[in-house]
């Protein structure tokens, strides 16, 4: 008896184990491969921490040559070389950096609907660069406070250049999204950007992966173009993936931008077989060196439709513009325009599938 | 919680049929006040499953540590006719948490390192089944005090890497709480000198910001 219930004793020892031993597998992987790692950051870093000699107030956007020709695109506004603050013309939203601890705030408010995304938890390595943070949206309109969640995981290399990027995302109605985004560096410039994606697809709940590129050459005299720290060579939509707002680059929190403008740059949706290829044509600098503007014509071939070969494209860049900062009364005269068109926007999103839907689609509105 | 309800649950169920027993045989007697009062001291070593999980709405942001708890501990029995005690002692916990990722090329690698002393208090009521056995269903608090904590990590392309490595209390961001209060429960089983056991605490207060440890815990010990 003493010898079965000594080895009933072990029997269940040893099962005691054999239960620890699985749950020692890796947790991390149920917020889709993100982490939290990083010190909690305080505030913004200075624009100087990334590489970026001159605070960009302003970047403007035309299909026609000519600042006259173009329009506003992102607005941002400084304090001692540090961003406090900002404007995305794509869904009229307000961008405010607030401090200790560091929240990235962005609102639109509307008669219909108020949409708030809050950047927090926001942690940094030694250069001020995020190395994770979560994020929270909030749709509150009169029927329901629709929400999202996302957190990211992020990583640099010594010389301060984004490498990766990780990001899980789920909704209150069971959607999620995980995304892996890695960037290849070459001699201070970025050659390439692959971003694939898994997500639950809203209509059939199956998995489908979906996969993004970017690539871009640069000229092999290094002196050409030299970059004075902007991301936007072609369009409004910056280089690499759509996770984080344009501001967060001008605001050097992801890293340092490339050395050189390239020369071109190919991008290519392998799920939608569309893609786009620009080529520069020309970067024109500024008497202090800063770039004034860079002109590029583009080849596109496009599922959408309106395939086109040839076709300009335009950015302007602004600096030391002083910016009304009272963002609200500025929001404000848009929204009246907006609402007296009797035009609802459709509902943001955190998802960078979504928001790269939606850039391909604001693409193409102003072309027609 | 789900754990929390587990461990209630599987608690319940190993210690009805107990009870019911143990009333069965010395019903008469009243078994459960007769020799089952004697203390015990011994040394606990405990595989612990630690989750820091944030504390953001709608957030599935966790991180598992893995480590072990080394302790000592003295029981007192505190009541005359019931077979009841507190159990308290001390000893020292690590944990390790680490993430490796990897994808084209591009490396990182973060890892959590945590020394502490923990302290330990419940009430423990015990059910002898026989001579040689005995359940101890126990509930209480514990104090973990932090004694080190780093944290590490390396990101990067062959060889193009950076680094760093930084304590985690009372570094300039890296602000988590050294005094941790919690509450556990679990039901442990002595036979003859040996104990083995299951438990789940969870801490009262934030370790990190926006971030809280619960931690399951499977025990085994010697009874002095």
């Not at chain 1, 602004?318 to 929204?335: A, C, I, K, P, V």
């Not at chain 2, 505190?78 to 159990?87: D, G, H, Q, S």
């Not at chain 2, 556990?184 to 036979?191: E, F, K, L, P, S």
Request: hydrophobic content about 30%.
């Amino acid at each position: 008896m003493d010898f079965k219930l000594k080895k009933c004793v072990f029997v269940c020892a040893a099962g005691l184990l054999a239960a620890a031993l699985p749950s020692c597998s890796n947790e991390d992987e149920e917020s889709g491969g993100t982490i939290s790692y990083g010190k909690l950051a305080s505030e913004v870093p200075p624009v100087a921490n990334a590489g970026i000699q001159f605070p960009v107030t302003g970047i403007y956007h035309g299909y026609s040559s000519g600042f006259g020709n173009s329009s506003l695109g992102q607005a941002y506004t400084y304090r001692d070389g540090r961003m406090t603050g900002g404007y995305e013309r794509l869904n009229d939203e307000v961008i405010e950096i607030t401090s200790n601890p560091l929240t990235v705030r962005i609102s639109r408010k509307t008669s219909y609907v108020e949409e708030v995304e809050e950047y927090k938890n926001i942690k940094v390595n030694s250069d001020g660069f995020i190395t994770s943070c979560e994020c929270e949206y909030h749709e509150i309109d009169e029927d329901e406070d629709y929400m999202e969640h996302c957190t990211y995981t992020l990583a640099y290399d010594s010389e301060g250049h984004r490498i990766l990027e990780k990001y899980h995302l789920t909704d209150v109605d069971g959607y999620w999204e995980n995304g892996t985004t890695t960037y290849t560096w070459e001699d201070g410039n970025l050659i390439k950007t692959e971003w694939v994606w898994e997500s639950i697809d809203d209509e059939d709940e199956e998995g489908v992966d979906w996969r993004y590129t970017e690539e871009m050459t640069y000229d092999e005299d290094e002196t050409r173009y030299p970059n004075t720290g902007v991301w936007h060579f072609y369009d409004l939509g910056a280089v690499g993936n759509d996770s984080f707002y344009d501001a967060f680059l001008y605001a050097g929190l992801l890293g340092r931008s490339t050395k050189n403008i390239p020369l071109t740059f190919k991008e290519n949706q392998y799920f939608d077989e569309d893609y786009y290829v620009y080529t520069t044509t020309g970067v024109n600098y500024n008497q202090d060196g800063s770039i004034e503007s860079i002109h590029s014509i583009y080849d596109r071939t496009s599922s959408w439709g309106g395939n086109s070969t040839g076709a300009s494209s335009h950015v302007y860049f602004r600096y030391g513009q002083e910016w009304d900062e009272d963002w609200t009364s500025f929001m404000s005269q848009r929204l009246t325009k907006s609402l007296d068109n009797g035009v609802r926007k459709p509902r943001k999103t955190l998802s960078p599938r979504k928001r790269l839907q939606e850039r391909m689609a604001q693409r193409m509105a102003n072309l027609k | 919680m789900k754990a929390i309800k587990i461990l209630f649950l599987s608690a319940c169920l190993l210690c009805g049929p107990a009870i019911a027993r143990a009333q069965f045989i010395d019903e008469a007697k009243n078994a459960l006040t007769k020799g089952d009062r004697s203390t015990w001291s011994g040394l606990r070593f405990s595989y612990d499953r630690s989750i820091l999980k944030s504390t953001a709405e709608e957030s599935e942001l966790k991180q598992g540590f893995n480590g072990f708890t080394l302790a000592y501990v003295q029981s007192w029995s505190i009541a005359n006719r019931l077979p009841l005690f507190v159990e308290a002692g001390g000893g020292l916990s690590f944990s390790r948490h680490s993430f490796d990722s990897s994808a084209d090329g591009v490396t990182l690698k973060t890892s959590h390192n945590l020394l502490g002393l923990y302290v330990p208090a419940n009430v423990v009521y015990k059910i002898a089944i026989n001579d040689k056995i005995a359940l101890k269903p126990y509930t209480g608090i514990y104090l973990r005090l932090g004694l080190l904590g780093k944290e590490k990590y390396e990101a990067g392309v062959e060889g193009n890497t950076s680094s760093d490595s930084y304590s985690v209390y009372g570094e300039d961001g890296c602000d988590w709480k050294r005094f941790q209060l919690g509450w556990q429960i679990g039901v442990t089983a002595d036979y003859q000198r040996y104990n083995f056991g299951i438990g789940y605490g969870i801490d009262f207060n934030k370790l990190a910001p926006e971030a809280r440890f619960g931690t399951f815990s499977l025990r085994a010990g010697l009874n002095f």
